[in-house]
């Protein structure tokens, strides 16, 4: 269960755009921070996604993902134009293609490697769309989930939405803002879609006919939709974005959005889900915000500030660019415990304020958006520097946040543990099957 957010540059504090996205997977699912430099490849050549081979394009752009380590793909991710993509699930009457075939995630990562504009994306992920189809377990070790997807599509200048059933689609430009989650949010609204979309909808009886024609009401399914909560939780974050001119804080502050000020993911019901999402016990939450990015589109230098951790409400937004080299992210993670990892080395500080959160969070939650603040501040006063000036702040905010979330694990082990049943019983069983030291 995602989130992915745009303010365009009409609705931000300071004239230039912001792109957000929360990436909800499963628990033990390591995601990192990749990147792929520009490169050149003979004709003919091909290229090896995460299930199928399809065709290489001759030169690929500079690309910066934030990835689930076992797919070629990625959740979100921003090129070295300025391009910035996120992804969802969306569900559908439909079912999904459970045959290997292209992920959401793999089009997004070649759609980034491919474009320069939104409008350049937009069409590359229709063709390999409309040639290849979208399909296969979208999750990994012994787990499974197929879905659909959608995508939110951004530079400085432009935005774009773009929501698949199959080989069937629909798209539409954006003004202001936009949020997209596990949910079609297309109506009848859109600027270009599939030939078929309205006559296919009414040959299956989804729609009564071409003028009452709602892709988003008549293409959802009942089941996934409603309980994924993906309706609520947009409207939540449009709300949000609407509501105010967006500035880096405030989008960061949106993808921590809890509903309850008192909140507690121990006494949460099972089929409660949020914006910054944690799992527990329950058939719904089973996944958790994995992954977190705010991108600033300025389109002198995109500043990308990125957790490379999970729950942003326990993470740290930390700033990089795309020409200035990443600093050290430590091994890339898998589905266990690896201190070595900067996903993992921070999931014993995550897990363990979970035990505590209402008391726990209290420790450091205002240390965390003090040194965001720095950081922000920090980045911007860097956007004419070289990109050697920019690299070595990016390594300094990735040290302080290192140094920062292990005396804030001190003080967390000093708190009373709050362990409720069912909770304790979900997290004893994700900590198990990622070999997880102790947490207290």
């Not at 290489?56 to 391009?83: C, D, I, R, Y």
């Not at 009886?205 to 009401?217: E, V």
């Not at 205002?366 to 720095?374: A, F, G, I, T, Y």
């Not at 070595?392 to 140094?403: H, K, W």
Request: aromatic share 10%.
């Amino acid at each position: 269960m995602c989130d992915t957010l745009i303010a365009t540059k009409s609705a931000t504090s300071n004239g230039i755009a912001l792109f957000g996205k929360n990436s909800d997977r499963p628990v033990n699912e390591g995601q990192h921070i990749a990147y792929f430099p520009a490169a050149q490849y003979q004709v003919n050549s091909r290229v090896k996604c995460t299930y199928i081979e399809i065709p290489q394009v001759e030169k690929t752009h500079a690309v910066l993902l934030s990835k689930p380590f076992w797919m070629w793909g990625g959740e979100m991710g921003v090129n070295e134009h300025g391009l910035v993509i996120g992804n969802e699930a969306v569900y559908s009457k439909v079912p999904a293609n459970k045959e290997p075939a292209l992920l959401g995630m793999d089009m997004l990562r070649a759609a980034l490697e491919r474009a320069v504009t939104p409008r350049e994306a937009l069409q590359v992920i229709i063709d390999l769309l409309e040639q290849f189809g979208q399909g296969g377990n979208c999750a990994s070790h012994g787990e499974s989930m197929y879905y659909h997807n959608s995508f939110l599509i951004a530079n400085a200048e432009d935005a774009w939405t773009l929501e698949t059933v199959d080989r069937q689609w629909a798209a539409r430009q954006i003004k202001d803002v936009y949020s997209i989650s596990n949910c079609l949010t297309i109506a009848n609204q859109f600027d270009i879609a599939s030939p078929g979309l309205v006559e296919i909808a009414v040959q299956k009886g989804f729609s009564k006919s071409p003028q009452k024609f709602n892709y988003a009401k008549d293409y959802s399914d009942f089941l996934f939709t409603n309980f994924g909560r993906g309706r609520i939780r947009r409207a939540t974050t449009t709300a949000i974005l609407s509501g105010q001119k967006s500035s880096i804080e405030s989008m960061m502050q949106t993808l921590r959005h809890h509903k309850d000020e008192n909140f507690d993911p121990q006494t949460a019901s099972i089929f409660d889900v949020d914006i910054c999402m944690h799992a527990g016990f329950g058939p719904v939450r089973v996944s958790q915000s994995t992954a977190s990015m705010v991108v600033y589109l300025d389109d002198r230098a995109p500043i990308i500030f990125a957790t490379g951790t999970s729950a942003p409400c326990t993470s740290i937004f930390k700033p990089m660019w795309i020409d200035a080299s990443l600093p050290p992210l430590g091994s890339d993670p898998a589905s266990t415990y690896d201190s070595s990892s900067l996903f993992w080395s921070h999931e014993r500080l995550h897990r363990a304020t979970l035990i505590n959160y209402p008391e726990r969070i209290k420790t450091y939650a205002s240390d965390r958006d003090e040194l965001e603040r720095k950081f922000v501040q920090g980045a911007l006063n860097l956007t004419n520097a070289s990109a050697s000036e920019r690299a070595d702040f990016s390594a300094q905010c990735f040290r302080e946040a290192a140094q920062a979330e292990a005396e804030w694990l001190k003080r967390v082990e000093k708190i009373s543990e709050r362990k409720k049943i069912l909770n304790t019983r979900a997290w004893n069983g994700f900590n198990k099957k990622a070999i997880m030291p102790e947490i207290q």
